[in-house]
Nanobody, 131 residues
């Protein structure tokens, strides 16, 4: 059973940067497609970025492209979301999600996908962008 724990959220001023971490336990993250989702109050959960199994491809939603970067450190079994040029509209709870390659080989090959494409979830970390 894969367990995911997010960390690194907090309060940041507009234009600032923040790096979120998603630490996995129970299984090796290499075999999983990883995604970051976010959910603002009153809004649907939306995919922000994903990294396919083995990290062979990375994709970004339009709102994140050019400002966010997803990465993995297999030795630490951890994925990251590096966020820069943050805007107030980036304020949300950010979730890490994963799906094993044997469950779906097509996730994160043409789009980040919906929340229903991913099986394992962290508890979320709050990011607030405000002056």
């Amino acid at each position: 059973q894969l367990q995911l724990v997010e960390s690194g959220g907090g309060l940041v001023q507009p234009g600032g940067s923040l790096t979120l971490s998603c630490t996995a336990s129970g299984r090796a993250l290499d075999y999983y497609a990883i995604a970051w989702f976010r959910q603002a109050p009153g809004k649907d959960r939306e995919g922000v970025s994903c990294s396919s199994a083995y990290g062979t491809s990375t994709l970004y939603a339009g709102s994140a492209r050019g400002r966010f970067a997803i990465s993995r450190n297999n030795a630490k079994n951890t994925a990251y979301l590096h966020m820069s040029s943050l805007r107030p509209e980036d304020t949300a709870v950010y979730f890490c999600a994963a799906v094993h390659i044997t469950v779906s080989v097509s996730v994160c090959h043409s789009e980040v996908g919906s929340e229903y494409d991913y099986r394992d979830w962290g508890q979320g970390t709050q990011v607030t962008v405000s002056s």
